[in-house]
C-alpha cells in the first residue's frame, strides 16, 4: 500500500469517533494467511493503521462469530482479499455480505484485491467459485435466500474498483 493509501485511511478512519478499526481484513486463511494477508497486516500496521485480523482457526460448520461482526461494524474500511478458495467458507461468504450491508447503510469503504483469481470470475462465480456455490447450494438446499446473498456479494464486491495482485 502506497504512503497516500495510509495516509487516506489514517485521515478519513480518525476523523470520526465510531470507528474502533481502520481497517478489517476479509481472507481465506488457508490461501493467503501466512503470505499476502500477513504482509499487509504487517504493513498496515506500521503504518499505524489500527486493523482487524481474525487469528483464529475457524471450525467448520459453526456460524461466523458475533465478534467477528461486531469488528465488522466498528471498522471504517474493509479489504476483502478475494482468493481461489474464499468462497468454500461459508465464514468468508457471511463476513462478505455483512460487509456489503455495512457498504450500504454505514458508510464503509470497501476494497477488494483480486489475489491470484480473474475478477470475472468472482463476479460471475466461475471456476473454484461455481465448484464452491455447487457444495454450498447441495448442502443448504432449503437456504436459498442465504446462497443468492452470498451470490450478489461476491458480484458485487467484483464491481467495484479493484486491485490485483499480480500488478505488484
Known amino acids: 500500500m502506497s504512503t497516500q493509501g495510509a495516509s487516506l485511511l489514517s485521515s478519513s478512519s480518525s476523523s ?16 493467503t494467511r501466512n503470505s499476502f494477508t500477513d504482509h ?13 485480523r481474525d487469528n483464529e482457526k475457524l471450525e467448520r460448520g459453526k456460524s461466523i462469530a458475533p465478534e ?3 469488528a465488522i461494524e466498528e471498522s471504517r474500511f474493509a479489504i476483502v482479499i478475494l482468493s481461489r478458495n474464499y468462497a468454500s467458507s461459508t465464514w468468508c461468504l457471511d463476513e462478505l455480505a455483512k460487509i456489503i450491508r455495512c457498504m450500504k447503510e454505514n458508510e464503509m ?22 465448484q464452491a456455490f455447487a457444495k454450498h447450494e447441495k448442502r443448504l438446499k ?6 443468492q446473498t452470498w451470490r450478489a456479494a461476491l458480484s458485487e464486491v467484483a464491481n467495484l474498483s479493484e486491485w490485483h495482485s499480480q500488478d505488484r
Open 40 to 52: 499487509l497486516y504487517t504493513a498496515l500496521q506500521r503504518s499505524g493503521i489500527s486493523t482487524f
Open 142 to 147: 432449503g437456504n436459498t435466500k442465504k446462497v
Open 16 to 31: 470520526s469517533r465510531r470507528w474502533i478499526y481502520d481497517v478489517f481484513l476479509s481472507f481465506r486463511g488457508e490461501d
Open 68 to 70: 467477528l461482526l461486531k
Open 109 to 130: 469503504t470497501v476494497l477488494p484485491i483480486f489475489y491470484k483469481v480473474d475478477p470475472s470470475d468472482v463476479r460471475n462465480q466461475n471456476g473454484t467459485f461455481s
